[in-house]
């Protein structure tokens, strides 16, 4: 019958992150604990002077094949599987000379971080551990007697734990929930690396795992429990900033920063300075400016009443007149490569702003992918890693664009991809002036970004609306006319869209009487 205290007499220690290791097994051999261990493990505590018995001993066998096999045998596993109070399996301990392990403390190779550094396939191979997920599930197993240890977090709550003579089964329930997550972890891990590597697109089971970030106070309302996991991966980002200010983030914090992050990356640094204002994950704002300062300005002067209570992302490092600027109104959440001290001091005295610094962009045109869970399974595919450039795009209508409409008209394309479909975005002058996110109707999308481009106009004291002499983006093609004479109606003058439409001849047509430029992309950018 499984008891409550377990002592431990005897520990396996076989770790390829040695952090705290000594630490830990000094206060194991100070507790009166039989220490056995393995390779690099074994050799650390001896130079420590520890006294430790390699497994090697133990079974019998020494390691062999370059390591790869050490634990697999029954003189280990029977130790840790073995149930102390089964009458059968005491006996066969003491047939076989199988002495109990209480304690296992394992932590992998480090296959995820060897496939992080781009190592060749042969060696992400070598990094696949057998011995090691073997023992800890086999520990896992039998928690009703053995603790099983996986992360150098938890070796200080073991240590309290022995403190009082023994491990609880409450402990040892939590570890072996670790344990078995880990062990799932790295085999999602090593599927998804093999998955890429032999280019299978769509294999027969798929794999997610992640690591405790934080808990969240609530999900998207007070009423849901949530909480955030890291993937591992190494995509600067909200997941991997570190938060310089500020309260927790919340759930709708980080869905939103991430968005508004991913949107201002698509604007490349050396081109000049790029901020982007997100409301609800759809962008209110976007501009590019010679500062950081007057792109800020841009963006917030497409949209004030939106940008109010927002996530502000930049593509550079965020300054002292920049950071002023920002507090002149609430804003969640700022999300930069870079902060620099000014305005660090300067946001210091608005303790509830989260301050996050990423140390880099994330690479949009990287290969990924997006998971989205629906009832009863998941939708997998590939990240919208899609650009566009010059050569891209094919002028269909007798007028074409000038140089300025079409750098306006790639910038709308660059943004639209971050609006929720059906997307609609004007910019005039490398700055949005109008979004429509997320109707039903096209058309809808584009008198709803004019409407807001005539409220800001007469906000700001503009003599005519600012969608005058702008390009307008749509996400996707226009299945009629509606949608392009709206926006030709606000007074756009170009317009970039992916075609492909049973009507595409009526919308150039259309577009050719209003006087309008119009190029096609080929590629749309749904964004649900």
């Given amino acids: ?78 130790g840790l599987l073995a149930l102390r109070d089964d009458a059968g399996h005491v006996a066969a301990m003491e047939e076989h000379g199988i002495a109990p392990i209480d304690l296992l403390v394992v932590n992998l190779y480090p296959f995820e971080a060897t496939v992080a550094r781009g190592a060749e396939y042969d060696t992400c191979i070598e990094n696949i551990d057998i011995g090691g997920p073997a023992m800890i599930r086999a520990a896992a197993k039998n928690h009703g007697f053995v603790t099983t240890v996986v992360d150098v977090e938890d070796y200080a709550p073991l240590l309290e734990e022995l403190a009082q003579g023994g491990t609880s089964l409450a402990f040892r329930k939590r570890m072996a929930l670790t344990a078995y997550a880990r062990t799932a972890a790295y085999d999602a891990a090593v599927s998804a690396w093999l998955a890429d590597a032999i280019a299978e697109e769509a294999p027969r ?188 795009l094919r002028v269909v209508t007798k007028r074409a664009p000038t140089e300025a409409e079409m750098a306006d008209m790639l910038f709308a394309w660059r943004v639209a991809k971050h609006v929720k479909s059906n997307a609609i975005v004007y910019v005039k002058g490398g700055a949005t002036v109008g979004v429509g996110a997320g109707q039903m109707s096209r058309v809808d999308s584009s008198r709803i970004a004019a409407r807001k481009a005539g409220d800001m106009a007469e906000a700001l004291g503009l003599s005519e609306l600012p969608t005058i002499g702008s390009a307008v983006a749509s996400d996707a093609f226009f299945p009629f006319a509606d949608g392009l004479l709206a926006a030709a109606e606000a007074g756009a003058t170009a317009v970039i869209q992916p075609g492909g439409s049973m009507r595409d001849a009526e919308v150039i047509a259309a577009a050719d009487e209003a006087g309008l430029a119009m190029v096609l992309t080929g590629m749309r950018h749904f964004r649900h």
Avoid at 25 to 46: F, M, Q
Avoid at 321 to 327: C, G, H, Q, V, Y
Avoid at 351 to 377: C, E, F
Wanted: contains cysteine.
């Fill in 1 to 78: 019958m499984t008891t409550d205290i377990v002592p431990i007499r005897r520990a396996l220690l076989s770790v390829s992150d040695k952090t705290g290791l000594i630490d830990l097994a000094r206060a194991l051999h100070a507790a009166g604990v039989e220490l056995l261990s393995t390779g690099g493990s074994a050799g650390a505590l001896r130079e420590a002077g520890l006294p430790v018995r390699d497994v090697a001993e133990v079974t019998g066998f020494p390691e062999m094949m370059d390591g790869r096999v050490k634990t697999l045998h029954p003189m280990v596993h029977g």
């Fill in 205 to 392: 089971r798929r794999a997610v795992a992640g690591t405790l970030a934080q808990t969240l106070r609530y999900g998207e309302n007070p009423h849901q429990s949530a909480a955030f996991y890291r993937d591992g991966s190494t995509r600067p980002g909200v997941s991997s900033a570190a938060q310089l200010q500020g309260k927790e983030l919340s759930y709708n914090n980080i869905n939103d920063t991430d968005a508004a992050f991913e949107l201002v990356a698509e604007f490349d640094p050396a081109e000049g300075p790029a901020v982007a204002i997100i409301k609800h994950a759809n962008p209110c704002g976007v501009a590019r400016g010679a500062s950081f300062e007057e792109a800020y300005q841009a963006a917030y002067d497409c949209d004030r009443t939106s940008a109010f209570g927002g996530i502000v992302a930049l593509n550079g490092a965020l300054d002292g007149a920049t950071a002023k600027r920002i507090t002149e109104i609430f804003t969640e959440v700022v999300i930069a490569p870079e902060v620099t001290d000014e305005a660090r001091e300067i946001f210091a005295a608005k303790k509830n702003l989260r301050l996050l610094v990423t140390g880099g962009l994330p690479d949009v045109t990287a290969p990924g992918r997006t998971w989205r869970q629906v009832s009863g399974g998941y939708l997998v595919q590939d990240r919208d890693n899609g650009r566009l450039s010059l050569p891209d």
